[in-house]
């Protein structure tokens, strides 16, 4: 009988663990063989990244042309897997005017929780009647982020009306550099914990860092002036931000198309595309209101104009962008060499995702690029080779019929 309990999975050999799980799901020796393929990322590397490792999934990478962020010239690594993005964002630089980014200094926010204080109120005036003391013991173990420049640097506490009580949550405010700073800010708040707890009676229980970095945020704007993109189609994109500034509904469609390009370029540099998303859509609802993460409007002159804000908690430091080897290739294409630089060109990347994506909905429509590229792997997954893709692709565009039925009869005509 199959079963997924295998004792001690993590001690067992590459051959170990792929023999095990070709025999569980029935593998076939070429879809094992395939599993060993592991690109640069070889297994010693993998298997120090995370746990229990049997391959990699290589995602393609694609360079993103044309930008140019703060007045500096930017070739754009993107690691995705949809059609279409990295062609749309690198026309979308081109008909811009540049781009102009400024991120805030790098402060995180890291939470702690006390439940069972007799006397909340008294226990948020002890802490912050300690706060000197307190920041002081929070920096003591962590003197290369302090030789840097970073560190804690305040502590403030609110009272949380709970179903569980009166709850306090702390937030520990941390300039945590180059470093998207994680590590750091939970380290720093498991060392005050006890701390807290003795100065509010309580029980500190989480002690962790918010992807809500509303103190790290970035704002890029660019200029497409009128006399390249034309005035109608101006006012195009104009009507279809206002559909998504005033629908929900659009709204989240509108901000998964920034992400695109964000997302593609955080990957590509081994940041935490996970902690990026949820920050961003948190802070698109900063209102109380599901907003567009982006803006629009016409300047005196009538050109468009695009403004993007958002957290972005990326770094240069730890993680898997100093331990993948193509994590930091990709920074060297880049040319940052500090962790704000990085996040005005990924802020940047993503206004001009958006500004693509509006104005193809907005004139000829999302498909016609994104299906040119889609027809040819669908020519591939009916078995066309060689010519025969753009061959099998190129007549079903032509035929307006891009599926795979469609590909395999094509094929066969062709024979």
């Known amino acids: 009988m199959k079963t997924s309990k295998i004792s001690k999975f993590y001690e067992k050999s590459i051959e170990e663990r792929l023999a095990l799980i070709k025999d569980f799901a029935e593998l076939t020796d070429e879809e094992v063989t395939q599993l060993k393929q592991y690109s640069c990322l070889n297994f010693e590397q993998a298997d120090r990244m995370i746990e229990n490792v049997f391959s990699t999934f290589p995602t393609p990478l694609g360079i993103a042309t044309n930008f140019v962020v703060n007045g500096k010239e930017v070739l754009v690594p993107f690691a995705t897997e949809e059609p279409s993005v990295v062609a749309a964002a690198s026309n979308a630089a081109k008909l811009s005017s540049g781009f102009e980014a400024k991120a805030t200094e790098p402060v995180m926010i890291g939470q702690l929780q006390v439940v069972n204080s007799e006397n909340p109120e008294e226990g948020i005036k002890k802490v912050l009647e300690k706060e000197k003391e307190l920041l002081a013991k929070a920096n003591a173990g962590d003197s290369i982020l302090i030789k840097f420049g970073g560190g804690a640097r305040k502590i403030t506490g609110k009272i949380l009306e709970t179903k569980r009580g009166k709850m306090i949550r702390f937030h520990l405010l941390v300039d945590v550099r180059d470093a998207m700073g994680a590590n750091a800010v939970n380290t720093m708040c498991e060392r005050i914990s006890k701390d807290l707890e003795e100065l509010t009676g309580g029980e500190v229980r989480l002690r962790i860092i918010t992807n809500l970095a509303i103190n790290r945020t970035v704002k890029a704007t660019s200029i497409w002036k009128k006399e390249v993109i034309g005035e109608d189609t101006i006012e195009k994109v104009l009507d279809a931000y206002e559909f998504a500034a005033n629908d929900k509904f659009r709204a989240c469609t509108h901000n998964k198309g920034v992400m695109n390009g964000i997302d593609a370029v955080v990957i ?54 100093r331990t993948h080897p193509t994590a930091r290739i990709n920074i060297k294409i880049l040319g940052v060499k500090k962790a704000n630089e990085l996040s005005e060109i990924i802020a940047s990347v993503g206004l001009a995702q958006n500004f693509a994506a509006m104005r193809a909905l907005a004139t000829e429509g999302i498909q016609r690029g994104h299906m040119n590229l889609h027809a040819k792997n669908i020519a591939v997954q009916a078995g066309a080779t060689g010519k025969q893709i753009d061959e099998v692709a190129n007549q079903m565009i032509t035929e307006k019929n891009i599926n795979e039925t469609s590909a395999r009869e094509i094929l066969e005509a062709g024979k």
Request: charged letters at 15%; glycine letters at 14%; a negative charge.
């Open 268 to 321: 590509a540099t081994g940041n935490d595309f996970r902690a990026v998303e949820a920050g961003m859509h948190a802070f698109a609802s900063m209102t109380g209101k599901y907003l567009p993460i982006t803006k629009y409007y016409k300047n005196t002159n009538g050109d468009l104009v695009g403004e993007i804000e958002l957290p972005l908690a990326v770094g240069l430091v730890g993680g898997a962008t």
